[in-house]
């Protein structure tokens, strides 16, 4: 069965989420992240793309990123894919794919969702009991985006920026978004966006991109559809 395309577009943010085969681990020591990352930032240099959030776990990534063409998102993750692959197997004397799979993605709608995927993103540790607050973790955005930790690989989204006038005010207005837990409706919907590919937004939103890609994108939900209960 042929893959299914990918489809994004210029200047729209993408929630890219990679696991590793069967949920095992893709990193194992300090020096796995630092390669990780430098592939990464490498890869964003040269496909033009800007990343405003990300988190490496222990068997998984998530990277909130936004390409300036169309094929950005799809080489960006080759470029590190043809690296880090054989970097693991050469390190740990393994062979073959560490992922399962082809990256899944989805692209945000930046007014609505854009913000809550930032911290979907960074809270990921907290949400798997590995730390007590994000900031803990040391593999994330959140110390740039909420402590101001200069980091080469971020580059600020405008609606973050937006967030105030000054770095300082930045700062505490997007820290103060972690002082509530995100909704668990939102949850579900990020979720499911970016396992079936569908775009995170309200319904002008997704109409919006498919009449630009001139084709159905993703699709509303997963598996069987439920069965009518008997009266």
């Known amino acids: 069965m042929p893959r ?18 069967s949920r095992e681990p893709v990193f194992f020591e300090d020096g796995d992240y630092l390669a990780y990352r430098h592939w990464l930032l490498e890869a964003v240099r040269r496909y033009s793309c800007a990343v405003h959030a990300y988190v490496l776990m222990t068997n998984h990534v998530h990277i909130l990123v936004t390409p300036q063409d169309k094929f950005g998102v799809s080489r960006m993750m080759q470029y590190v894919g043809r690296r880090y692959v ?10 073959g794919s560490i992922w399962e799979g082809r990256f899944k993605a989805s692209m945000v ?6 913000l809550t995927c930032m911290r979907y993103i960074e809270l990921n ?9 994000p900031g803990q973790y040391r593999w994330s955005s959140y110390r740039v985006n909420a402590q101001g930790k200069v980091d080469q690989l971020i580059t600020p989204h405008s609606l973050y920026l937006r967030m105030g006038k000054t770095e300082a005010s930045r700062l505490s207005a997007y820290k103060s978004l972690f002082q509530a837990h995100i909704d668990d409706d939102a949850l579900k919907d990020i979720r499911a966006a970016w396992q079936t590919g569908t775009p995170l ?31």
Not at 125 to 133: D, E, F, I, L, Q
Not at 205 to 226: H, M, Y
């Open 201 to 231: 937004g309200n319904d002008y939103f997704k109409e919006k991109i498919e009449r630009k890609l001139k084709t159905k994108v993703g699709q509303a939900r997963r598996g069987r559809p439920k069965r009518a209960l008997t009266p």
């Open 109 to 114: 709608h930046d007014e609505e969702y854009l």
């Open 125 to 133: 540790p907290v949400r798997a009991n590995m730390v007590t607050t």
């Open 86 to 95: 054989p970097y693991i197997n050469y390190s740990y004397g393994t062979s």
């Open 4 to 21: 299914k395309p990918r489809f994004f577009l210029p200047d729209v943010p993408v929630h890219v989420v990679q696991r590793g085969h």
